[in-house]
């Protein structure tokens, strides 16, 4: 079920035109940025957009001018985890993992969810509640987990997905370890999670 979903919602968000793609990102950057959750976050875990997601690449840039702290996730694949990093300038980013572009590996910019005040997160469809749908891999559950939440002495961190309108269900499938997001950010409105 998580499957044909996932490919019904990709081929949804990949057939929308580059113009009005462009218009709808612009609406979700201004949403994002005017939530208070976002302008008293003095950190921020960003990820890199790739394919047809948001395209965060200009939110980067916007995020180091306002002064925050811009974190983003390279990904282990060895070990299946997320491993976070301040980056300072976007130039830094490399391809990695998928042909994303990923900080460089500097043992003193590594941060741990402790760090972070605001995580934001990508999927491929959200519903109402909160219910993420990602793309199968698990990293971002992995990283959220209460387990890993636990064991760096955090009880709740903020989390926030951007999608287009068009990634928004009435029900989207979940299981216990998946995370679920407290905020969707769309191009037409903001989602308060249940």
């Given amino acids: 079920m998580k499957k044909r979903l996932r490919e019904k919602l990709l081929k949804t968000r990949d057939s929308i035109p580059p113009e009005l793609k462009s218009a709808k990102e612009s609406a979700i950057e201004d ?3 005017s939530q208070d959750v976002f302008k ?12 047809s997601e948001v395209d965060t690449r200009k939110y980067l840039d916007d995020i180091i001018k306002l002064g925050k702290k811009l974190v983003l996730p390279l990904v282990d694949t060895r070990h299946k985890v997320l491993k976070l990093y301040e980056v300072k300038n976007p130039v830094e980013l490399k391809p990695g993992y998928m042909g994303i572009l990923e900080p460089g590996i500097l043992r003193y910019r590594r941060c741990s969810l402790q760090d972070i005040d605001l995580v934001i997160i990508p999927g491929t469809g ?13 990293y971002y559950d992995k990283l959220l ?6 064991l760096s002495g955090i009880e709740h961190i903020t989390t926030v997905a951007l999608a287009f309108e ?3 269900g009435d029900r989207v499938p979940s299981e216990p370890h998946d995370i679920k997001v407290d905020m969707i950010v769309t191009d037409e409105r903001v989602i308060q999670c249940e």
């Fill in 145 to 150: 987990s209460m387990e890993s939440r636990e």
């Fill in 166 to 168: 068009e990634q928004i």
């Fill in 40 to 51: 008293k976050a003095q950190s921020v875990l960003m990820y890199v957009s790739f394919r």
């Fill in 31 to 33: 949403r994002l940025f």
């Fill in 126 to 138: 959200f519903d109402p509640r909160g219910n993420r749908l990602g793309y199968g891999g698990g």
